[in-house]
Each structure stands twice: as C-alpha cells, then as structure tokens.
C-alpha cells in the first residue's frame, strides 16, 4: 500500500468539526465541549482513567525543544493499542530523530514524512489540528 503526501489534509480542528466522526466527535466534547477559547491540553490536566474508552486510539508525547523554543523531537510516553496495531510499538521512541532500522522513520518513511508535517503544525500553531489522508493502493482510493 502507498500513501501519497499530497493527500494529506491538515487545518485546526475547531474549524473542521463537521469532518469528525462520531468518536472524534464524543473526544472533542469531552476535551473542549462548548469552550470557545481552545488551548493545547497540559499533561498534568488529563487524567487517562477520564478517557478510558478513547485510549486505544491515543498518543501522547513529550516535545523536545530547544532554548529557542524550537521543536526538535517528540518522544511517545503512551501510545493506544489501536495505534500499536498500525505503527507498532514506538512508546519512548523519540519519533523525529531515530532512525535506526526499526524505527518510524525506517518502517514508515511516507507515514513518518506525514508526522512530522503534522506534529510541526501543531507545534507552530499551538492549537488541536485536524487531519485526514486518502490511503490509495496501486493508484486507487481506497475508502476505509
């Protein structure tokens, strides 16, 4: 399966909830419900045993900056076992800089280029972003 970069659609999520499913949906609410500032989550203000039935299909990361606050890694501290299935097992592996035969930037490289233009997204802007890729195989959509 290949998965082009050009299909990959990033924009802030507050302005994209229409595009949510249903899980999405139920996630954001428990997040942000109605709150009409929207402010990245701080680690010590999520509590895992709240979001028990999204976990599967969550990652959390520490960012690794710089002294000019300039985003150099991320490393994965939990990671869902729904996204275990797809990327394997990447918990505290810094996903940007590894690059030995095992890691994310190896195994997945279109999936990893994807990553990083993402977690740079969220890192500038500074506010939850939305995302979706078409996944195509041998040249054609594949709806899933």
């Not at 997040?31 to 895992?48: H, K, M």
């Not at 000019?68 to 097992?89: H, P």
Request: proline share 6%; glycine share 4%; net charge negative.
């Amino acid at each position: 399966m290949s998965i082009p970069h050009k299909s990959l659609f990033i924009a802030p999520a507050h302005e994209n909830i229409d595009l949510f499913t249903p899980t999405q949906l139920l996630l954001w609410q428990k997040l942000y419900g109605d709150a009409e500032t929207i402010l990245p989550l701080q680690r010590s203000g999520f509590n895992p045993m709240e979001f028990v039935d999204f976990l599967p299909n969550i990652w959390l990361g520490d960012l690794v900056v710089n002294d000019k606050n300039e985003l150099l890694d991320v490393t994965m501290r939990l990671v869902g076992t729904s996204l275990t299935k797809v990327f394997g097992e990447i918990t505290n592996q810094n996903m940007l800089t590894d690059n030995d035969e095992n890691s994310f930037q190896k195994r997945m490289s279109v999936t990893y280029k994807r990553f990083g233009v993402m977690l740079r997204e969220l890192f500038n802007r500074k506010i939850p972003m939305y995302s979706s890729v078409d996944y195509f195989e041998n040249d054609t959509p594949l709806d899933l």
